[in-house]
């Protein structure tokens, strides 16, 4: 699985740390996937144990790989993602953070709706019905659906064929989450409408029809944030 | 300036490292600013600096500390944000990558330099003006530009009032010198004039005029990147 690194002007752990990237890139290993131990590894790849150490403390450090106490080192689910890799966090004032999201949403995702409509292929279409069966279960059943939801919209950023936009939209949608606390009790209703008309614009390959009903969504959600904060 | 942590639900490390954290957002700490040290922290603390440590390499590997070898704990330049922060180092095919940013930034930012122009304040648009001289200075000098574009159009992300942009911004661009090896000698001059008329839209609140240069400006990009992968 692991070639011999040869040393040259990188320093080898930084030379293995490339190395175990590119086979996750190539998808020789997947998220979720154990790595060999340090033993092996180290045997492997001609090193000593403490490059192999080194090497994996730096992918940990960027979200690459995980260590499991007690039972190995695994490819993280959400490889290279940390939890808020915009540093979201440093922005005090999360109320107009909420609106500024909203934003941003509304520059990419009505243009990814579109996209998605004229890309998406049948085997995407049929996998973004089941995503937003998935969210209208939750919803139905009063159950939290944000898990769902940014599923849904991920699988609509994948049908875009654009490579970045899945994964920036996971980015955004989670921060939404993380920082800002809209119950969304009137939009649940609003939520699984929306989902809908996208589903049948992408199925009829509805450019306009898709984007329309994104917008539409995003202000009523805009409105629903601006009602909160002035109340 | 630290406060003594309490034991409650979370863990020690935890608790210090959002403490740290709020003082970074906060301002009460800047980027560049030199933390005091393991001693002094754990004592300020109450806590081991068993936990100090650990609540420093959890701040590292969210890029919001870094350990300079024999000087001590600094705040990160760009807090939070790491190198490649949505891992686009996993997409393989890095020509049609350039496209997809490409595809992105004219998602965002024709849209960011209206906000500009309509919410910009005069001391930005000075700002503003010095960084395209910065561009336009090393451009003439043959030297390479890249660092001083990134400011221009975070400076303009600045201007359009949107918290999150500023953030986006650099993580695209970055990505754009990261990934791809545009040789943009042909959009040199076409950086320049791009730049400038920007810069003259904002000054004039001229919003469609601010968005048009920058589309303008992308869709060029965007014919080089494909002449390129053509040949």
Known sequence: ??????????????????????????????????????FEMAEQLQVGR????????????????????GNGTFVCERTGLADD?????????????????????????????????????????ASLKNAGYAVEEKIRSGE??????????????K?????????LIPVIQS??????????SVLREETIETHNKIIRAVEDGDGAGAKAALEDHLKLNKEEIQRLISR
Do not use: Y
Not at 144 to 157: G, P, Q, R, T
């Open 159 to 167: 049908m875009s064929k654009n490579q970045v936009v899945p994964k």
């Open 50 to 69: 403490g490059t192999i150490r080194e090497a994996v403390k730096i992918l940990v450090s960027q979200n690459v790989l995980e260590i499991k106490r």
């Open 85 to 125: 890799p915009l540093g979201l966090w440093m922005i005090e004032d999360k109320q107009k953070l909420a609106l500024d999201l909203c934003e941003v949403r509304m520059m990419i995702e009505p243009e990814i709706a579109e996209l998605a409509a004229e890309r998406g292929t049948k085997d995407e279409i």
């Open 1 to 38: 699985m692991l070639k011999s690194v040869h040393p040259n002007q990188k320093r080898l752990p930084e030379l293995v740390s490339e190395q175990i990237k590119e086979l996750i890139a190539k998808g020789n290993l997947k998220a979720g996937d154990k790595l060999p131990n340090e």
């Open 144 to 157: 939290d659906h944000s898990a769902e939801d940014i599923n849904f919209h991920e699988a609509l950023a």
């Open 175 to 184: 921060a939404v989450n993380l920082f800002v606390k809209v119950t969304d």
